[in-house]
C-alpha cells in the first residue's frame, strides 16, 4: 500500500540551483497537487492536475513548474531556487469531484533548505 | 477569493479538558469544509468532513453558515489527540483545499 510516494525526503539546496521532487501515486487518481507548509502560513497550493496532460497554477507558482505525462506522476520542478522557498512541500492526490469525499491522500512531504 | 482562517497557532489543555479548535473562513459560494490532522511523524490526514457529520476519535463539528465557521470539538481530550489540526475549505478548483493556517493542540497529563 504505498499510495502517494514522494522523493527525496530531504535536499539542501544553493541559491540558484536547480531540482525537481518526485512525486508518484498507484492510486489511479486523477488529480494530483503540490503544497507547501510553513509555520503559521497552513498549506498553499501551489500547482495541480485534474487529469494528465492538464495542470494549472494554484496560489503560489511562480518559481515553480510543473508537467503530468502520465496518471501516476507529478514531478515538481524548481528551476532557481531562492531562500523563499525554504519549506516542507507536500504531495496530494485525490479522486474526481463527482466520486470524491473531499479527501486528499498526502506523501510523507520533503523538506528543502535552500542555503 | 476564499480564506480559512485558524486564529489560534497553539491550543493547551490537560487531559480531560473539553477542547474547541476554532476555524472561519470566507467564501462566496457554498462551502465544503473539512478538517485536517497531522500526528507526529505521520502523513496529514482526514479527520472529518462537515458533510458527513460524523463523529471522528470523539471530535465533532459543525458548520454555522451564518457565524461562517467549522469548529472542531471534544469534550474530553486525550493525550493522543496531541497534533496539528488544520482546517480546510474546498472551492471553486475541484478537490483543491484551502487550509488555514493551523492549529497545534498540546494536551498535558
Known amino acids: 500500500n504505498a499510495g502517494v510516494t514522494q522523493t527525496p525526503k530531504f535536499q539542501v539546496l544553493k541559491t540558484g540551483q536547480s531540482m525537481t521532487l518526485q512525486c508518484a501515486q498507484d492510486?489511479?487518481?486523477?488529480?494530483m497537487s503540490w503544497y507547501r507548509q510553513d509555520p503559521g502560513m497552513g498549506l498553499r497550493l501551489i500547482h495541480y492536475?485534474?487529469?494528465?496532460?492538464?495542470?494549472d497554477q494554484g496560489e503560489v507558482p511562480n518559481g515553480y513548474n510543473v508537467s503530468r505525462s502520465t496518471t501516476e506522476d507529478f514531478p515538481l520542478r524548481l528551476l532557481s531556487a531562492a531562500p523563499s522557498q525554504t519549506s516542507v512541500y507536500f504531495c496530494a492526490s485525490s479522486r474526481p469531484t463527482r466520486a470524491n469525499t473531499g479527501e486528499l491522500f498526502f506523501g510523507e512531504g520533503s523538506r528543502l533548505t535552500v542555503l | 477569493a476564499q480564506r480559512v482562517t485558524q486564529p489560534e497557532k497553539l491550543l493547551s489543555v490537560f487531559k480531560g479538558a473539553p477542547v474547541e479548535l476554532k476555524c472561519n473562513y470566507s467564501?462566496?459560494?457554498?462551502?465544503?469544509l473539512f478538517w485536517y490532522v497531522q500526528y507526529s511523524r505521520q502523513r496529514l490526514q482526514l479527520l472529518l468532513r462537515?458533510?458527513s457529520r460524523e463523529s471522528i476519535k470523539g471530535f465533532t463539528a459543525d458548520l454555522n453558515k451564518g457565524e461562517t465557521s467549522f469548529h472542531l470539538k471534544k469534550p474530553f481530550a486525550q493525550e493522543e489527540d496531541s497534533a496539528m489540526y488544520y482546517c480546510?475549505?474546498?472551492?471553486?478548483?475541484?478537490?483543491?483545499?484551502?487550509f488555514g493556517g493551523g492549529t497545534r493542540l498540546m494536551v498535558k497529563p
Open positions: 467564501y462566496s459560494g457554498s462551502p465544503e
Open positions: 492510486m489511479n487518481h486523477e488529480y
Open positions: 492536475s485534474v487529469g494528465a496532460g492538464i495542470t
Open positions: 462537515h458533510i
Open positions: 480546510a475549505l474546498s472551492g471553486n478548483a475541484g478537490n483543491m483545499l484551502t
